[in-house]
């Protein structure tokens, strides 16, 4: 396809992919054998067929929390495997998030040497492939409130430089963000940095002004029903607010055509209504997607030029979360 190696050598910063959602079929169906996972092939393979519905994606990620990550080597494997993947398609630096809860109370490994493993696979696959990761524990949002505070505990207790700040994920429907307003605020008194999944599933645009303005989120993880609310974005184009978007994963991505995307599209709506964006894979393999990919869609379907895409660039190096002189030194 056109541009395919130009998009797959530009440098590329990841700021929006769950490690669960990064783990390669083979895996999966190898830790269901070491595991002993009631599921069959078939089942698995399921999981992985090209536009499956996020539910089905979830799904599998709590399978895995449920039945196939049994050990801390199980994280440091799927870590490491993740950031080889991502480093073979151009990724120099990817703040990945991981709900600590379902580890801790699900998969029963204890939160220090859950850490430490994905710690480990990020150390390790620096120094094979030169990509940086950074690890961002996020809050499972279907879980309780107080759930939420004991893993931001967790991380501010077991606080190492690896990890940058803490996300929010999962199903937005019912589970609104004001909910998890206490866990964030000891976040950020931690000093740790903040984003949320917002404005998905359909979920209407006061989430994404909730998460902004009560949760004080540094950035947004789709937040796709802005474009409900021109006034709020033109304020939060000027702020300068990151949205990091999935163009193979939005709510209205599977409502239209594809030859509707360039015109229709939200995330080529909050372009053209000047909001900052940044394109990411969400579940890379789940979703059958790349980094290459998730970045040539925005050219190909999206309609945006290259001139944009470098924009696209910069903003993703704004928002993310490295020091400031690290960043001088990349731009
Ligand atoms: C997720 Cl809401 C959402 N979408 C995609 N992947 C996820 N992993 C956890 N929450
Ligand atoms: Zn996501």
Redesign the pocket.
């Known amino acids: 396809p056109a541009h395919h190696a130009l998009f797959r050598q530009m440098p590329k910063a990841e700021l929006h992919c ?1 490690l ?2 990064s783990v390669r079929h083979a895996t999966f169906a190898a830790l269901a054998r070491k595991s002993g996972a009631p599921m069959s092939t078939q089942e698995i393979d399921a999981f992985y067929i090209r536009g499956e519905k ?1 539910v089905g ?2 799904k599998a ?1 709590r399978a895995l929390d449920q039945y196939l990550l049994v050990s801390a080597d199980d994280l440091y494997r799927i870590t490491f495997e993740y950031l080889e993947d991502a480093a073979a398609h151009g990724v120099r630096y990817s703040e990945f ?1 991981w ?1 600590p809860t379902g580890t801790v109370r699900v998969s029963g490994i204890p939160y220090p040497e859950a850490q430490a493993a994905i710690v480990a696979g990020i150390r390790d696959a620096e120094r094979d492939h030169g990509i940086i990761g950074r690890l961002v524990p ?1 809050i ?2 279907e879980a309780d409130p107080a759930e939420a505070v004991a893993m931001v505990d967790w991380v501010t207790t077991h606080r190492v430089p690896e990890v940058v700040g803490i996300g929010m ?4 429907v019912d589970h609104p963000p004001e909910w998890f307003a206490t866990a964030y605020a000891s976040a950020r008194r931690a000093g740790l940095r903040t984003t949320a ?1 917002a404005g ?2 359909g979920m209407p645009w006061p989430n994404v002004r909730t998460a902004v303005e009560l949760l004080h989120c540094d950035r947004i ?2 937040g796709y029903t802005i474009v409900d609310n021109p006034e709020l974005a033109r304020q939060y184009a000027e702020r300068g607010i990151v949205f990091t978007v ?1 163009p193979t ?1 939005s709510h209205y991505l599977r409502t239209l055509p594809p030859e509707r995307w360039a015109l229709d599209h939200p995330i080529r709506r909050m372009v053209q209504l000047g909001l900052a964006v940044h394109p990411n894979t ?2 890379p393999t ?2 059958n997607v790349t980094p290459t990919g998730a970045w040539q869609l925005m050219y190909t379907h999206l309609g945006c030029s290259i001139a944009q895409l470098r924009d696209f660039m910069l903003n993703g190096l704004r928002a993310a979360w490295i020091d400031g002189s690290t960043r001088d030194a990349w731009m």
């Open positions: 769950h669960l959602g996020p994606v979830l990620l998030f709900n996020s499972d949002r994920d999962y199903r937005e999944h998905e599933f993880d789709h999935v994963n969400d579940d789940m979703h």
